[in-house]
């Protein structure tokens, strides 16, 4: 099959979980011996040329680079590219993304369109109330308009039932355990410490709550400076703005009185590695998710993980030791002492934990298959199609 993917920044993915997502499902299809076309965005890739990598077709297409224009014109042009090169399947990714979807229902009717719904981006605070109300568009779009929609998790598989009564398929983002990197130089630029610092690893955009965590870790410096576990302890922030730049402003604000707080700004290949792989933990006290990329990678890393208690995260997390309570400073404070407080091996066992729970659910080998049997039945009604029309004339 031909096969389309539209919505996503681009490929080689270098930061964003979506991005992440579509690379490494991309490469997976053409090993099956499928030929895929990621659209990508020259201010991401960094290059105003075509290329392939393993395998794949990354093809620019121009936007118009603004918050509230970049996605949706870009996935336009796409869509428009794409229905001129006959595509079996279209795959958007993401629900604003999807407001276009119905092109190709309409002027292109034997390819099949395919929707993965992310996350419930309207939850997002960057967005202003027009944007919010596009969005939620959107989100009929991505649940009407496609032959097929995905959902990553049981919590938007439900949401898609409730809000429009459309069934999904579930198929959560997957992620592949991999060697931790035993080299620490890249940390030394941050003074890092192996083992001596958390993280938190996202974009630097309010609902995921790293003001929540810098006010939790100072006060949990403050309240325990003599705790050894504690007073050498650092918070690295991993991220940048996403058109957010006044709160990270705010954030670098409330960080300044705390030289233990390190913004490392967005990192990738082995820099991110690294500093997933060498954190005591990682934290993530985000209010919005659809199935953190992040808290996988680091689960896979065999990392103890704090989170906060949204629904996505308890698909994730059983563990009460590991889950806060949303949006709460205080009981994030506590959490973080009583894990930090932890014996070694019971830190170690709660990373083993993660990393079994990655490698029974959540591994590019047991979710694949279930991306395949949607690509293929779609393959399958499209070659009746062509058979039965090939009848006809």
Same mark, same amino acid.
């Given at each position: 099959?031909?096969?389309?993917?539209?919505? %996503?920044? #681009?490929?080689?993915?270098?930061?964003?979980?979506?991005?992440?997502?579509?690379?490494?499902?991309?490469? &997976?299809?053409?090993?099956?011996?499928?030929?895929? !076309?990621?659209?990508?965005?020259?201010?991401?890739?960094?290059?105003?040329?075509?290329?392939?990598?393993?395998?794949?077709?990354?093809?620019?297409? /121009?936007?118009?680079?603004?918050?509230?224009?970049?996605?949706?014109?870009?996935?336009? !042009?796409?869509?428009?590219?794409?229905?001129?090169?006959?595509?079996?399947?279209?795959?958007?990714?993401?629900?604003?993304?999807?407001?276009?979807?119905?092109?190709? &229902?309409?002027?292109?009717?034997?390819?099949?369109?395919?929707?993965?719904?992310?996350?419930?981006? &309207?939850?997002?605070?960057?967005?202003?109330?027009?944007?919010?109300?596009?969005?939620?568009?959107?989100?009929?779009?991505? *649940?009407?308009? /496609?032959?097929?929609?995905?959902?990553? +998790?049981?919590?938007?598989?439900?949401?898609?039932?409730?809000?429009?009564?459309?069934?999904?398929? *579930?198929?959560?983002?997957?992620?592949?355990?991999? +060697? @931790? /990197?035993?080299?620490?130089?890249?940390?030394?630029?941050?003074?890092?410490?192996?083992?001596?610092?958390?993280?938190?690893?996202?974009?630097?955009?309010?609902?995921?709550?790293?003001?929540?965590?810098?006010?939790?870790?100072?006060?949990?410096?403050?309240?325990? @400076?003599?705790?050894?576990?504690?007073?050498?302890?650092?918070? @690295?922030?991993?991220?940048?703005?996403?058109?957010?730049?006044?709160?990270?402003?705010?954030?670098?604000?409330?960080?300044? !009185?705390?030289? %233990?707080?390190?913004?490392?700004?967005?990192?990738?290949?082995?820099?991110?590695?690294?500093?997933?792989?060498?954190?005591?933990?990682?934290?993530?006290?985000?209010?919005?998710?659809?199935?953190?990329? !992040?808290?996988?990678?680091?689960?896979?890393?065999?990392?103890?993980?704090?989170?906060?208690?949204? /629904?996505?995260?308890?698909?994730?997390?059983?563990?009460?030791?590991?889950?806060?309570?949303?949006?709460?400073?205080?009981?994030?404070?506590?959490?973080?002492?009583?894990?930090? +407080?932890?014996?070694?091996?019971?830190?170690?066992?709660?990373?083993?934990?993660?990393?079994?729970?990655?490698?029974?659910?959540?591994?590019? #080998?047991?979710?694949?298959?279930?991306?395949?049997?949607?690509?293929?039945?779609?393959?399958?009604?499209?070659?009746?199609?062509?058979?039965?029309?090939?009848?006809?004339?």
């Amino acid at each position: 099959m031909k096969i389309a993917m539209i919505g %996503q920044k #681009g490929m080689p993915a270098v930061q964003g979980g979506v991005e992440k997502h579509v690379h490494e499902l991309s490469i &997976r299809l053409v090993e099956f011996g499928h030929k895929v !076309t990621v659209y990508a965005r020259k201010w991401y890739t960094g290059s105003y040329e075509d290329f392939k990598t393993e395998g794949v077709e990354v093809k620019h297409l /121009p936007s118009i680079h603004t918050k509230h224009l970049d996605a949706i014109t870009h996935s336009l !042009t796409s869509t428009l590219h794409a229905i001129k090169n006959n595509y079996d399947v279209i795959h958007y990714h993401g629900v604003g993304p999807s407001l276009v979807s119905w092109i190709p &229902r309409l002027f292109a009717r034997k390819t099949k369109v395919i929707v993965t719904f992310h996350s419930i981006d &309207r939850y997002h605070s960057k967005w202003n109330i027009f944007a919010k109300t596009i969005l939620r568009l959107g989100e009929w779009t991505a *649940c009407k308009f /496609p032959h097929e929609t995905i959902t990553i +998790s049981q919590s938007l598989q439900k949401y898609c039932i409730n809000e429009f009564t459309t069934d999904t398929y *579930c198929i959560p983002n997957a992620f592949d355990p991999k +060697s @931790a /990197p035993t080299n620490t130089t890249e940390l030394e630029k941050f003074g890092l410490e192996k083992d001596n610092y958390l993280v938190m690893i996202s974009r630097l955009v309010p609902h995921k709550g790293a003001h929540l965590l810098i006010d939790a870790f100072s006060k949990l410096k403050l309240a325990h @400076a003599d705790d050894e576990k504690i007073k050498n302890l650092k918070l @690295a922030i991993v991220g940048g703005s996403a058109y957010t730049d006044k709160y990270v402003k705010e954030l670098h604000k409330m960080a300044s !009185t705390n030289n %233990q707080i390190i913004f490392t700004d967005f990192q990738s290949g082995e820099t991110l590695n690294q500093l997933y792989a060498h954190a005591k933990m990682l934290v993530h006290p985000s209010d919005n998710e659809g199935l953190p990329f !992040t808290v996988l990678e680091a689960m896979s890393y065999s990392k103890p993980v704090l989170v906060s208690n949204i /629904p996505e995260h308890l698909e994730l997390i059983d563990d009460p030791r590991a889950i806060f309570t949303t949006r709460d400073t205080e009981n994030l404070e506590k959490k973080l002492y009583n894990v930090l +407080s932890l014996p070694e091996e019971k830190l170690q066992g709660m990373g083993q934990r993660n990393k079994n729970t990655i490698e029974k659910y959540y591994t590019w #080998g047991k979710l694949m298959p279930k991306i395949i049997e949607v690509y293929g039945e779609l393959a399958d009604e499209r070659n009746e199609e062509l058979i039965a029309s090939e009848g006809v004339a």
